[in-house]
């Protein structure tokens, strides 16, 4: 078993809301790893930062992932940090992985003054740009299609991405 695609991108590309939008469109299910970790953990990723640590959270999240990939066979996203991991990188080798790129202006619009996300704590767009320039290369090494979101209606995307899918 695996996912029809798995969706990588900072926060603000769009990963939860166009994945919802793929599966209905392929007549499959959604699952977000930052949900599962939520779930499993009862409480919020900005909780598990703090009472935790990014450290701490970096590992479940990799668990997470692990989990999912050999579990699910439906669209699955995860988070925007998910692939700092090398074991993460090296497992999504294989799948169709759809980078949803975004710029930092839309990034920010869409992710707002960054409440509830603990990496934006301070300086939400500083903070924003230099995570998109360090993670951009990770993104584009394990994506086997690529995916502008800029100025796009999340319907479209999804659209797009089911029909760039289909062939494969």
């Known amino acids: 078993m695996r996912p029809v695609c798995v ?34 953990a009862g409480k ?7 009472d935790e640590g990014e450290a701490h959270f970096r590992t479940i999240e990799e668990a ?4 999912a990939l050999g579990s699910f066979d439906g669209v699955l ?12 990188r090296a497992a999504l080798a294989g799948h169709a992985v759809v980078f949803l790129s975004v710029g930092l202006s839309d990034a920010v619009s869409r992710v707002g003054l ?8 301070i300086n939400p767009r500083a903070t924003l740009k230099h995570l998109m320039d360090q993670r ?17 209606e999340p319907e479209e995307i999804a659209d797009e991405i089911a029909t760039r899918l289909k062939p494969a």
């Open 7 to 40: 969706l990588v991108g900072v926060m603000g590309a769009g990963k939860t809301t166009v994945g919802e939008l793929l599966a209905a469109r392929l007549d499959t299910a959604f699952r977000d790893t930052d949900a599962d970790i939520e779930a499993a």
């Open 44 to 50: 919020p990723i900005s909780e598990i930062f703090i």
């Open 64 to 67: 997470a992932v692990k989990t």
């Open 77 to 88: 996203a995860l988070g925007g940090g998910a692939i700092l991991s090398d074991r993460t």
């Open 114 to 121: 960054g409440a509830g996300r603990p990496l934006l704590a």
């Open 136 to 152: 951009r290369p990770l993104y584009e090494e394990v994506a086997a299609l690529t995916v502008a979101t800029d100025g796009r």
